[in-house]
C-alpha cells in the first residue's frame, strides 16, 4: 500500500497546485471517468484551482450513459417467466421510460443484485430451472470479466445464463464528443481502469486528428493535478497525448482481456444517453454465442416519451454542471433520483451533491434514524 | 423444538440462566432508570472474520443500551432459524452468543426459536431485546450536544462493514482485517467517570456519516470534523478506494462517537486510550453553532465539504 501512499501526500499536492498557479494559464478540461469526477470532488479540489481553470465532468458513468430503452428492456426480460435478472447494484433505482428495476422487483419481478458475473453463473447453475440474464453494462473493465464468464458458461455447458450487452466503448464516445460543434474543452484527463485494459494507443487519434491534448491518469490527487499541469503546458506547446498513469498503464492495453472480450463481443452502434447513437461504441454478442443473447428476446417495451425535463443529457456532454439543472438537489437527490446521473455511485450529479462544497438548495436537517 | 431447546440452546446459555424454562423472566432491577432497545439481525456471511451473528446480536443491542449510558443486565434472544442449517453452525451461533454476553456482563434472560423452510432465511436470523439500567445523576442523550464540544471516537472506522465484505468472497481481497465487533458498555462506563460526556452514538449502519449528521440534527448543532485525524486503517482505504466506496460511510460495531465537554476532552480521551477497546482513540472535531443537520469536513488538502445523510447502501462502482 505504499505504493499508493506516495500519491496521496498533501505536500507532493500543494506544490502541484503552486506549478499549477505559477503557470498562469487558463484552460476546460474534461474529466472522463465517473471515478475521476468523484476523486475530485471528495478531494475538493475544483475550488483549490486557479479560477481560470475549470473542470467538467464527461460520459464517464456506464449508468449514467445507458439508454431509457436498454433499461426498458431489461425491465421488461426481468418480467418473463422464470427469469431472474441479475444486474450490479447502481442500475435497481435507474429511472426507465415508466419504470425502474427496483419497483419491477417490488411488483414481483425476479431481480438480483450481483457483485460479479461470475456469481450470476453460479445462481443459473444453482437454479436450473430459471434463465439467468445478466444485465452487462460497464466500459472496457467490465466487459472481459462478462465475456469470461460466458466463455465458462460454455465451458460448463450452463445453457441457462445469458447477457444483456449494454456495455459501452470508451474512445468511439470520445470521437462523439470532440466531433460536436459546440464542444468547448482544452483537454482530457483519461481515464486510468479502462486504459489499462485498452491501453494508451487507443486514444492516438484525439491529438492526432482533433489536436486535442489528452494524458491518461490515476486516481489521487496527485494524479489528477499532474494531468491538469501537463495538459496546461501542452496547451503552450501543442498537443500530445501523455500517460501520467504510467504505473498502470501500458500502450498496448492488457492483450489477455482485449481478446477474451473480441472472442465474445463485437463493435457496434450504441445509443448513449443524453449523446446519440454512436458507431460502433457498443458491444453485440457475436454470432457464435448468440444462444447466451438475451437482446434477441422478444419483448413489449413501452412507449418512448418526452424528456422529463432532466438534464442529465447536456451534463454527460459537459455542456452544463450539475447545479444548472433545475432539479439538481430539489427535486432530483440520490434518494429520489430523476435521472441516471443522480442515481450512481459515480454519476456527475451524484457525486457533486454528495461532496457539495457549499449548501445546495435542499440542505435539510434531517431527523434522527430510531435505531437501525 | 423441545429437543433443540433442552439439547442445544439451554446448555450453550444455560451458565447465563434461561434454565427454568419459565414462560417470562423475573428479574430483579437495580436503581435508576430503565433503557430498553430491541434489534434484529441479518448477516451474510454468518461467520466473519472478527465475529459471527451471535456476537453481532450481543454487541448491537448491548451497544444501543451504552449509547444512553445505561448498564446492560439482561437480553432475550428470538432466533428465525432455515431448514436444514447445520447444527454445528448453530453451536457456534450460541457459543459465541454466550461469550459475547459474559464479555457485556449481560445475562440471557429469555428467548424463542422458530424454524422457517428452506430458502425462506439466511441461515439464520436473530433478534435480541435488551434491558439495562441508567444510574442516577447520568444524562447522556443525542440531543445534549453543546457548541464548543470535542468530538472524540473510539478507533479505526469502517473495520466490520469491509470485513464482513470481504468475507462474503465477491471480491478476492488478501487482506488480514477483522470486524471491530465488541460490547462498549464497559468503555463507557470508564468515559462516564472521567469526565462530562454529553452525548454517545455508535456509527453502525450508514457508518460515521450518519452518526455525525444524527448528532448534529437531534442537538440543533453544526459540527466540524478534520478527515486527516479520523483513524483509518490502510487497509480498509485501499478496499474502498479499489470499490469506490467511502469509509466515513462504511458500518462499525464497536465504535462510538462521543461528544464531551471542552474541558474534559483531555481525561475522557485518556480513559478510553486506557481501555483496550479504546486503545486508538482520537479527537476528530468539535460542535459549533452553526445550523442544525450542517456537518463539515476539512481534507489532508485544507478544502472543506459538507457531508451528507447516507442515501441506502453504499454499492460498488461499475466501471
New interface residues.
Given amino acids: 500500500?505504499r505504493y499508493?501512499?506516495e500519491f496521496?501526500v498533501?505536500a507532493a499536492?500543494?506544490e502541484l497546485l503552486r506549478e499549477i498557479d505559477a503557470l498562469d494559464a487558463r484552460g476546460t478540461f474534461m474529466e472522463v471517468c465517473?471515478?475521476h469526477t468523484?476523486a475530485i470532488?471528495?478531494?475538493?479540489?475544483r475550488?483549490?484551482l486557479a479560477p481560470g481553470i475549470d473542470l467538467i465532468s464527461g460520459p464517464g458513468c456506464?449508468?449514467c450513459v445507458t439508454a431509457d430503452a436498454d433499461i426498458d428492456r431489461a425491465i421488461a426480460v426481468s418480467k418473463k417467466p422464470g427469469v431472474i435478472l441479475t444486474t450490479?447494484?447502481?442500475?435497481m433505482k435507474v429511472p426507465g421510460t415508466e419504470d425502474s428495476l427496483a419497483s419491477a422487483s417490488a411488483r414481483g419481478a425476479r431481480v438480483r443484485?450481483?457483485?460479479?458475473p461470475l456469481?450470476s453463473l453460479a445462481i443459473a447453475a444453482e437454479e436450473p430451472g430459471s434463465q439467468v440474464v445478466f444485465l452487462g453494462?460497464?466500459?472496457e473493465?467490465?466487459a472481459p470479466a462478462v465475456a469470461g464468464t460466458m466463455l465458462e458458461a460454455r465451458r460448463q455447458g450452463i445453457d441457462n445464463f445469458q447477457v444483456l450487452s449494454f456495455h459501452k466503448l470508451v474512445p468511439p464516445a470520445l470521437r462523439a464528443l470532440v466531433g460536436l460543434d459546440d464542444f468547448d474543452v482544452d483537454g482530457f484527463i483519461l481515464p486510468g481502469?479502462?486504459s489499462v485494459i485498452i491501453g494508451s494507443d487507443a486514444y492516438a487519434f484525439l491529438p492526432v486528428e482533433f489536436s486535442m491534448p489528452c494524458v491518461v491518469t490515476g486516481?489521487e490527487?496527485t494524479d489528477i493535478l499532474q494531468a491538469i499541469l501537463r495538459l496546461l503546458k501542452m496547451g503552450a506547446s501543442g498537443a500530445s497525448l501523455e500517460v501520467e498513469y504510467a504505473r498502470a498503464v501500458r500502450p498496448e492495453g492488457n492483450p489477455r482481456a482485449l481478446e477474451v472480450m473480441s472472442q465474445v463481443f463485437e463493435p457496434c452502434d450504441a445509443q448513449w444517453r443524453g449523446l446519440f447513437t454512436i458507431p460502433g461504441s457498443g458491444l453485440a454478442i457475436r454470432e457464435e454465442f448468440a444462444a447466451m443473447d438475451a437482446g434477441t428476446w422478444e419483448v413489449e417495451l413501452p412507449e418512448p416519451t418526452r424528456s422529463k425535463g432532466c438534464r442529465c443529457g447536456e451534463i454527460l456532454c459537459g455542456r452544463i454542471k450539475p447545479m444548472d439543472c433545475p432539479f439538481f438537489g430539489g427535486r432530483c437527490?440520490?434518494?429520489n433520483p430523476v435521472g441516471p446521473c443522480m442515481v450512481?455511485?459515480?454519476g456527475t450529479c451524484a457525486s457533486y451533491?454528495?461532496?457539495?462544497?457549499?449548501?445546495g438548495p435542499d440542505?435539510?436537517?434531517?431527523?434522527?434514524?430510531i435505531?437501525? | 423444538m423441545q429437543d433443540l431447546l433442552r439439547d442445544m440452546i439451554f446448555p450453550a446459555l444455560g451458565g447465563q440462566t434461561l434454565d427454568a424454562a419459565e414462560d417470562a423472566a423475573i428479574l430483579e432491577v437495580p436503581p435508576g432508570t430503565l433503557a430498553f432497545?430491541?434489534?434484529s439481525f441479518v448477516v451474510k456471511p454468518l461467520f466473519f472474520s472478527g465475529g459471527d451473528i451471535g456476537k453481532l446480536a450481543v454487541c448491537?443491542t448491548v451497544n444501543?443500551l451504552a449509547m444512553v449510558g445505561a448498564r446492560p443486565l439482561y437480553l432475550t434472544l428470538g432466533l428465525i432459524l432455515e431448514e436444514g442449517l447445520p447444527l454445528d453452525d448453530l453451536e457456534r451461533v450460541l457459543a459465541s452468543v454466550a461469550s459475547a454476553a459474559r464479555d457485556a456482563s449481560v445475562k440471557v434472560v429469555a428467548g424463542d426459536t422458530k424454524v422457517v423452510e428452506k430458502g425462506k432465511a439466511d441461515g439464520v436470523y436473530i433478534n435480541t431485546a435488551g434491558v439495562g439500567v441508567i444510574p442516577d445523576g447520568t444524562n447522556v442523550s443525542?440531543t445534549r450536544v453543546a457548541p464548543g464540544d470535542a468530538l472524540l471516537i473510539n478507533g479505526y472506522i469502517g473495520d466490520h462493514g469491509m470485513a464482513v465484505l470481504k468475507d462474503?468472497g465477491?471480491?478476492a481481497f488478501e487482506v488480514a482485517l477483522d470486524s471491530d465487533c465488541a460490547p462498549l458498555a464497559g468503555l463507557v462506563s470508564d468515559m462516564l467517570a472521567a469526565g462530562r460526556v454529553h452525548a454517545l452514538r455508535d456509527p453502525?449502519?450508514?457508518g460515521l456519516a450518519?452518526a455525525l449528521?444524527?448528532m448534529?440534527?437531534?442537538s440543533g448543532v453544526s459540527l466540524e470534523v478534520d478527515e486527516p485525524a479520523v483513524p483509518l486503517r490502510?487497509?480498509v482505504?485501499?478496499i474502498c478506494?479499489v470499490l469506490?466506496?467511502?469509509p466515513l460511510y462504511v458500518a462499525n460495531e464497536g465504535k462510538l462517537l462521543a461528544a464531551v465537554a471542552p474541558g474534559d476532552a483531555a481525561a475522557v480521551l485518556g480513559a478510553m486510550k486506557a481501555h483496550p477497546l479504546g486503545r486508538d482513540a482520537a479527537v476528530i472535531g468539535s460542535a459549533g453553532a452553526g445550523?442544525?443537520?450542517?456537518v463539515s469536513l476539512t481534507?489532508?488538502?485544507?478544502?472543506?465539504?459538507?457531508l451528507?445523510?447516507p442515501?441506502?447502501?453504499?454499492?460498488?462502482?461499475?466501471?
Avoid at chain 1, 450490479?88 to 442500475?91: A, N, R, V
Avoid at chain 1, 443484485?113 to 460479479?116: F, G, I, L
Avoid at chain 2, 442515501?311 to 466501471?319: D, N
Wanted: glycine fraction near 12%; hydrophobic fraction near 30%; charge should be negative.
Fill in positions: 500500500m499508493i501512499d496521496r498533501p499536492a500543494r465517473g471515478t468523484m470532488s471528495r478531494a475538493g479540489l475550488p483549490l456506464p449508468v450490479f447494484g447502481d442500475m443484485v450481483v457483485y460479479s456469481e453494462v460497464g466500459f473493465t467490465t481502469h479502462v486516481f490527487v437527490t440520490p434518494d450512481s455511485s459515480e451533491y454528495l461532496y457539495s462544497e457549499s449548501e440542505e435539510r436537517g434531517e431527523g434522527a434514524d435505531g437501525r | 432497545t430491541t434489534d448491537g444501543d443525542i462474503r465477491d471480491f453502525t449502519r450508514g450518519a449528521k444524527e448534529s440534527s437531534c490502510e487497509e482505504r485501499a478506494e469506490g466506496l467511502d445550523k442544525a443537520g450542517r481534507g489532508a488538502m485544507g478544502s472543506s465539504r459538507l451528507r445523510m442515501s441506502g447502501e453504499q454499492l460498488p462502482r461499475i466501471c
